[in-house]
């Protein structure tokens, strides 16, 4: 059965860093794209990067590039997303989600999701 | 960036009616790089159909999606009470992938 496990809740103050993950099961990790979602209080779905696993080859959304920073990890079957210094804006639940294709081409729906990551950020 | 309008913003129908949604690529997109999301409260999005009309592994045939170049729809056919939800439409052809702000379908 595939999953996509998300960390716990976090609660930060502004400036302060965050890496959040995303624990995969079920499927062969490497040759799957992971997508982070995100999605503000009362708002829709923000499409912010894709991370191809096998060779970490990683796209951003031109709206978070620079924002935040995309990995994985074979050896743990995770994917992450971080930031670096925290703003109340960046509050959110964040998802992570699958490629429905196994190829290396980024091209595909998310046919997978985690339950998301709730960050708060407030003095 | 691909500029994604859905309309309505909501739709306030009865159990058993069709719900139409419209999602209006701001280019030409072709078909196979079209998807649609149902999202629930409380709930991760749910991928309903792709391709522009492919159900996804366990999407009841009341819900179909046509359409081609700036022109999209998501039809749902004879409501049923779990279908009250926010749908989104999303581009996956040209990076970033992006999603449309989304239909909410009520109970009316």
């Known amino acids: 059965e595939v999953q996509l496990v998300q960390s716990g809740a976090e609660v930060k103050k502004p400036g302060e860093s965050l890496k959040i993950s995303c624990k995969a099961s079920g499927y062969r990790f490497s040759t799957y794209w992971i997508a982070w979602v995100r999605q503000m209080p009362g708002k829709g779905l923000e499409w912010m990067g894709i991370?191809?696993?096998?060779?970490?080859?990683?796209r951003y959304s031109p709206s978070f590039q620079g924002l935040v920073t995309i990995s994985a990890d074979k050896s743990t079957r995770a994917a992450y997303l971080q930031w670096n210094s925290l703003r109340a804006s960046d509050t959110a639940i964040y998802y992570c989600?699958?490629?429905?294709?196994?190829?290396?081409?980024?091209?595909?729906?998310?046919?997978?999701w985690g339950r998301g990551t709730l960050v708060t950020v407030s003095s | 960036e691909i500029v994604l309008t859905q309309s309505p913003g909501t739709l306030s129908l009865s159990p058993g009616e069709r719900a139409t949604l419209s999602c209006r690529p701001s280019q030409n997109i072709d078909s196979i790089y079209l998807a649609w999301y149902q999202q629930k409260p409380g709930q991760a999005p749910r991928l309903l159909i792709y391709?522009?009309?492919t159900r996804a592994t366990g999407i009841p045939d009341r819900f179909s999606g046509s359409g081609s170049g700036t022109d999209f729809t998501l039809t749902i056919n004879r409501l049923e009470p779990e279908d009250f939800a926010v749908y989104y439409c999303?581009?996956?052809?040209?990076?970033?992938?992006?999603f449309g702000p989304g239909t909410k379908v009520d109970i009316k």
């Open positions: 391709g522009g009309s």
């Open positions: 999303q581009q996956y052809g040209t990076s970033p992938f992006t």
């Open positions: 991370i191809y696993p096998d060779d970490s080859d990683t």
């Open positions: 989600a699958r490629s429905l294709y196994y190829d290396s081409s980024p091209q595909s729906p998310w046919d997978y």
